[in-house]
């Protein structure tokens, strides 16, 4: 009698397969799936986020000064504010940080006109570049 390890190796798999089938599926997939409760959860405070942030951006860029900063830089401020909402999140998340920075120190006078005006126009501008180059 010769160990033959082809055989060995067959009924193995067999075993294994048998026990697979055996089991069931909801034993199998209960640590691996996400509880849909926590999922729509999840889903619906990113939404509120990305809302939130589209708000903060187009409520940054529709100011009279950055309205009058867009306009003498020749740029379209209703094609800046339909750009924005075609950032990803993560784009838009960093571009409402930034805006919200700048009305802060805007606000307590940490920034000049001037300053305001260079912010506004480097995020009008970084807004067509991202989406230009997608």
Do not use: W, Y
């Amino acid at each position: 009698m010769s160990f033959d390890l082809r055989q060995s190796s067959r009924g193995l798999i067999a075993c294994v397969l048998a026990a697979l089938f055996a089991l069931p599926a909801s034993l199998l997939a209960d640590s691996h799936v996400v509880n849909p409760a926590e999922l729509q959860d999840q889903m619906v405070a990113a939404s509120q986020v990305r809302q939130h942030n589209l708000e903060t951006v187009k409520q940054f860029l529709s100011t009279p000064t950055a309205e009058k900063a867009m306009r003498s830089a020749h740029i379209d401020s209703r094609q800046v504010r339909t750009a924005v909402s075609t950032l990803n999140d993560q784009e838009l998340t960093q571009i409402a940080a930034r805006a919200g920075k700048a009305q802060v120190d805007f606000a307590a006078g940490s920034l000049s006109d001037r300053d305001l005006i260079l912010i506004i126009l480097a995020i009008a501008a970084l807004v067509l570049i991202i989406v230009a180059v997608r």
